[in-house]
């Protein structure tokens, strides 16, 4: 198995409520990542999970909460979102070390 | 940190054409370059990466060059086709980032018949 599979594939939210995403891979890989990516813009990153540790957290609002509760397997809980977090958000896993990234598809978020 | 600038914006080429797309970047410790095509709606897709220690890298009508004194890398595709539209993302990474990508803001590639 060579993806990282993302559901749910879309999700509209209310800003009230609490939704998650969920990601997985069956690759091996010890690194996985959470990027959002708004239209025509590049992928930014907000997480980073080595080892199942949290290792790079760029400023992201506390909104957003990550969870690796295994090895394959990353979530990204969100609760109470604005509607300028609207985004694709991109899951990624690579092995440690290896700097070669692989992309989920996405899911599209809509916040209303 | 890492600042990766990528030119032009937009491309448009006619079927058979080749282009180029270039990226530089100011971090002289970032060591590995990938380029990614991301079509619409769809994900970033890998399609050739280059590590600091190579000068060039050719994968069918694909290749990348990195010159590491003046900081810069290119993505050449040859006899583009129609399925080659896409946007083109560079990036580049340092080892001890915790691999996180830095991506450059993207080349809209438009290839005509």
């Known amino acids: 198995d060579t993806e990282v599979t993302q559901t749910p594939k879309h999700l509209v939210m209310g800003m009230t409520n609490k939704k998650s995403l969920k990601c997985e891979q069956h690759m091996g890989h010890r690194a996985m990542y959470w990027y959002k990516q708004k239209a025509k813009k590049p992928p930014e990153l907000m997480f980073v999970y080595s080892y199942e540790k949290l290792s790079i957290n760029e400023s992201v609002p506390s909104r957003f909460s990550p969870e690796c509760p295994n090895s394959s397997l990353l979530n990204l809980h969100l609760h109470a979102l604005q509607p300028e977090d609207s985004a694709l958000y991109l899951c990624a896993s690579s092995q440690v070390g290896s700097q070669k990234l692989f992309f989920g598809s996405g899911t599209q978020l809509s916040v209303l | 940190g890492e600042n990766v600038e990528q030119h032009p914006s937009t491309l448009s080429v006619q079927e058979g054409d080749s282009a180029v797309i270039k990226c530089t970047y100011s971090d002289s410790a970032s060591n590995y370059f990938p380029w990614y095509k991301q079509e619409l709606g769809k994900r970033p897709q890998l399609i050739i990466d280059i590590r600091s220690n190579v000068g060039e890298k050719k994968d069918q009508r694909i290749a990348v060059t990195l010159n590491k004194t003046a900081k810069h890398f290119s993505l050449h595709i040859t006899e583009t086709q129609p399925e080659d539209s896409a946007v083109y993302f560079c990036?580049?990474?340092?080892?001890?980032?915790?691999?996180?990508?830095?991506f450059g803001k993207g080349t809209s590639l438009l290839v005509t018949p």
């Open positions: 990036a580049a990474s340092r080892w001890n980032s915790g691999y996180a990508l830095n």
